[in-house]
């Protein structure tokens, strides 16, 4: 059962926001926000692909893709970048943010419990 986040815990989030910087936290859904030229940048590209027209199933039990060879669709492609020089400082932000939320009664690991 996840631990309800209370007023307390959330004044705390903010005090390290303002002493660090480069994020934000979603309340509700529990969700770290990192924006664009914080940490890293994101960049968006066009790129021309082929658009996919149906499915065909193989006698050896996979499918195959049907594409159009009409008509090529642009689609947008995102990618974040760092920089190579940057990345201790980001794990260095990370752990502090670790740190931070495990104080605070959050757990900020993911593991299935056998049953």
């Known amino acids: 059962m996840k631990k309800k986040i209370t007023k307390e815990m959330q004044e705390k989030m903010r005090d390290w926001i303002k002493n660090n910087g480069a994020c934000s936290f979603d309340y509700k859904d529990r ?32 499918t195959e893709i049907l594409f159009s060879k009409n008509k090529p669709i642009w689609r947008e492609h995102y990618k974040a970048i ?34």
Not at 83 to 108: A, C, P, Q, V
């Open 82 to 115: 760092v920089w190579m020089e940057e990345l201790d400082d980001i794990i260095n932000y990370l752990r502090r943010m670790k740190k931070m939320l495990n104080s605070l009664g959050i757990k900020t690991n993911f593991s299935l419990k056998s049953k």
């Open 31 to 62: 969700d770290i926000i990192l924006h664009d030229g914080g940490l890293f940048s994101i960049e968006k590209e066009k790129k021309r692909g082929r658009k996919i027209v149906g499915y065909k199933k193989l006698p050896n039990g996979m």
